[in-house]
C-alpha cells in the first residue's frame, strides 16, 4: 500500500510540477537505489502514459485531434450532479512560437455551475484552419446527439445543451462564418453601419438601432455582415445571436482599457499625458505591489510596459489601481470618464445582481460611449467601444461578467502551452499530457476536498483575547476561494457578512469552533462620490481601529479584500473588496 500512494503522490507531483521525463526518471532511479521502495524505473510506468497516439486525422490543411464531449460530461456529473448541464464552449488559437507560424486552435469546454475546464478539441497547423465547418463537425455531431437525446447518468436523462459560445472577434468571426471586426458591418448585436474616418473604420454613437436576429440569421439572410453558412446553427437550441455574449476580458480589459491607456500615452494632445505624469502613475503603480494580495497572478508594472500587459494587469487597473493612481494627475473631466467605466464593470461583476443595477450600469456604459466621442473623437470609436452599449443584454441573460468571461479558458490555454515541451508533434505531446493529467485527477480528488477551509502553521504568538480557552493558533487560513494570512500586511483585510472590514491578525480553534481575531478598520470617507459614491460598491477609505481586539466566528467571513496606501498618512488605506472570481 505504501508503494502504491508513494507511486501516486511521485506522479502527481510530476504532473502538477510538469516535471520533465529526463528529471522524474533520474528521481526514480535515486530513490530505487536509496530506498526500498518498488517503483517503476521510467516516468512513462509511472505516469501512465500512453505509448501510441489515437484519433488524429488530417483536416484544413493541419492535424486534428478530438476527445469528444462524453467522457467530459461525465467529469461535469460527478462533480455536480444536476438534472441538467449548460456547456460553455470556447474557440481560440494558440501561438506556439514566436520564431514560428505553428499555431494551435483548441476547442475548450466548461459550464455554468463551476469553472472547470476541459479540452474537447485541439487543430494544429501553420495557419487556421481553411474551413470552420469541416472543423467543428465532430463537435456539432456530438452537440446534436447530446442535445437531443440527452445524456444517461445513474439511470436518469440529463438534458444537455450549448448555453453559449465565447470567443474573441476574430475567433468569433471565424466559427459563425461572418465579417471580422474592422468590417462596416460588423458588430453582431446590430446592424449599425460603420463609417471610415482617417483611415479606420469606426462606429459613432447612435441612439438607436435594430437588433439582429436569430431566426434571420440562422435563415443566412444578413448578406452584409454573413459570408458563409455555419453548421453551428444546425445545433437544436443554439441561437447564433443571443447564445454568443460578448466577452468582457477581450472587449473591455483588452479592448477598452487598453485603448483609453495608450491614447493617454500617444493619443490626441486633448487628453495625451505629459511625461512626467505618465512616470507619476507608473511610480505610483509600482509601489502598489508592495501591498498586492496573492490572489492577483501579476503585480502591477508600469505604464512603459503597457504594450506587454495581460488581460488580467488591465483588469486590475480598471478595478482596484486605476481610480487610486490616476487621483489628481488626470483632468477632471477625463478622470470622472474613466470612473464611469470601472464603476459600470464593478456593479456588472458583482454576484448580487438585480434588474435594477444592471439598468443603472448600462445607463453608465451609456454616458461613457457617448463621452469617448466627445473627448476622444469620432475616429477613436471603436468596435469595442460600440459594443459597450450591448453588454448589459448578455448579462441579463448569462449573469454576471467573470460567468461568461474567456478568462478561465485563457489560464487553461496558458497551461496547455506549458506541458509543450517542443515544437514537434505538438497533438501527440498533447495526448500524452492530457492522458498523464486525467490519470492522477483520480488520486488528487481523493485526497482534496477545496470547498473546506483548510488550516496551517501553527504558532503560539497570539494575539488572543483574555479568557480565551484557545486549543491551536494558525497563521493561514485557505480554500478554493482565497487564503488569509495573518502575517504581513497583503493578505490579511477582509469583508464580513456584516459589511465590516477587519484586519485578521491570528486563527484560532476554540472547542471545535475557529475564530478570527483582529482589528477593525474604521470608516473616514469614500474614495469617490462622482458618478456614484464609491461606499455604495464597499469601496471606502478606512483607518485601523488600534483600540480592541475581537473575534468573529470563521463562518462570518464574506471575502477578501486589497488594503491600497491612501494619501500621506501611515495607517490610511482604500480598501477594494476582491470581485472578480
Known amino acids: 500500500n505504501n508503494d502504491d500512494e508513494l507511486n501516486k503522490a511521485l506522479a502527481t507531483w510530476a504532473v502538477s510540477h510538469n516535471i520533465s521525463r529526463t528529471a522524474c526518471n533520474e528521481l526514480l532511479k535515486i530513490l530505487k537505489q536509496y530506498t526500498s521502495h518498488n517503483l517503476p524505473t521510467d516516468a512513462r510506468t509511472l505516469l501512465k502514459t500512453p505509448r501510441k497516439t489515437q484519433h488524429i486525422s488530417k483536416i ?88 437531443n437525446n440527452g445524456y444517461i447518468y445513474n439511470e436518469s436523462i440529463i438534458k444537455i445543451r450549448l448555453f453559449g459560445l465565447i470567443c474573441d472577434a476574430p475567433a468569433k468571426s471565424f466559427v459563425l462564418c461572418v465579417k471580422g471586426h474592422t468590417g462596416f458591418y460588423s458588430c453582431t448585436k446590430c446592424v449599425i453601419k460603420g463609417k471610415y474616418i482617417n483611415g479606420r473604420v469606426c462606429f459613432p454613437y447612435k441612439k438607436t438601432f435594430p437588433s439582429r436576429k436569430d431566426e434571420l440569421f440562422s435563415a443566412n439572410t444578413y448578406q452584409d455582415f454573413q459570408i458563409g453558412f455555419s453548421i453551428l446553427n444546425n445545433i437544436p437550441g443554439f441561437l447564433p445571436i443571443s447564445s454568443t455574449p460578448l466577452d468582457y476580458m477581450h472587449l473591455i480589459c483588452l479592448g477598452v482599457v487598453k485603448k483609453i491607456i495608450l491614447l493617454w500615452i500617444k493619443g490626441p494632445l486633448n487628453v495625451r499625458l505629459s511625461i512626467s505624469s505618465i512616470n507619476k502613475i507608473s511610480h505610483l503603480l509600482i509601489l502598489l505591489k508592495n501591498s498586492t494580495p496573492n490572489d492577483f497572478v501579476r503585480k502591477p508594472r508600469s505604464l512603459k510596459d503597457v504594450k506587454q500587459w495581460k488581460a488580467i494587469e488591465f483588469r486590475n487597473f480598471l478595478l482596484y489601481t486605476g481610480p487610486i493612481v490616476l487621483r489628481h494627475i488626470l483632468k477632471p473631466d477625463i478622470y470622472l470618464h474613466f470612473l464611469t467605466l470601472h464603476i459600470a464593470v464593478t456593479i456588472l461583476i458583482r454576484s448580487n445582481l438585480n434588474e435594477e443595477l444592471i439598468n443603472f450600469a448600462e445607463s453608465l456604459l451609456n454616458h461613457f460611449v457617448i463621452s469617448f466621442e466627445i473627448l476622444y473623437g469620432k475616429q477613436y470609436m471603436s468596435h469595442n467601444i460600440h459594443n459597450l452599449l450591448h453588454i448589459c443584454s448578455d448579462v441579463r441573460t448569462y449573469g454576471p461578467l467573470d460567468n461568461f468571461s474567456a478568462f478561465r479558458f485563457e489560464n487553461y490555454m496558458a497551461s496547455i502551452k506549458k506541458r509543450l515541451r517542443k515544437n514537434e508533434k505538438s497533438l501527440q505531446q498533447l495526448y500524452k499530457r492530457y492522458n498523464e493529467i486525467e490519470n492522477c485527477n483520480s488520486f488528487l480528488s481523493s485526497i482534496n476536498n477545496e470547498t473546506l477551509n483548510s488550516y496551517k ?37 477582509c469583508l464580513l457578512k456584516s459589511g465590516q472590514y477587519v484586519l485578521i491578525l491570528n486563527i484560532v480553534q476554540k472547542n471545535k469552533d475557529f475564530l478570527l481575531i483582529g482589528k477593525k478598520l474604521k470608516y473616514i470617507k469614500d474614495v469617490y462620490e462622482s458618478p456614484y459614491k464609491s461606499s455604495d460598491l464597499n469601496i471606502k477609505v478606512m483607518t485601523v481601529n488600534n483600540d480592541s481586539i475581537f473575534s468573529w466566528p470563521i463562518t462570518d467571513l464574506l471575502g477578501k479584500a486589497w488594503k491600497i496606501p491612501f494619501g500621506n498618512h501611515a495607517n490610511t488605506f482604500a480598501i477594494f473588496p476582491l470581485n472578480h472570481t
Not at 462533480?79 to 448541464?85: A, E, L, R
Not at 470556447?90 to 494551435?104: E, V
Not at 504568538?461 to 488569509?484: C, R, T
Open 60 to 147: 484544413c490543411e493541419g492535424e486534428y485531434l478530438y476527445f469528444g464531449l462524453n467522457d467530459i460530461i461525465q467529469k461535469m456529473l460527478l462533480k455536480d450532479n444536476n438534472t441538467y448541464v449548460n456547456l460553455l464552449i470556447n474557440i481560440d488559437g494558440l501561438p506556439l512560437s514566436k520564431s514560428s507560424q505553428a499555431s494551435l486552435w483548441t476547442i475548450l469546454c466548461s459550464n455554468t455551475v463551476n469553472k472547470t475546464v476541459y479540452l474537447v478539441g485541439a487543430y494544429f497547423g501553420y495557419k487556421k484552419p481553411t474551413d470552420s465547418n469541416i472543423f467543428l463537425r465532430a463537435l456539432v455531431d456530438d452537440l446534436i446527439n447530446f442535445t
Open 457 to 493: 502553521y501553527l504558532h503560539n504568538n497570539g494575539p488572543v483575547p483574555d479568557n480565551y480557552n484557545i486549543q491551536l493558533q494558525y497563521l493561514m487560513m485557505s480554500n478554493e476561494k482565497f487564503n488569509i494570512k495573518c502575517k504581513g500586511q497583503n493578505n490579511n483585510c
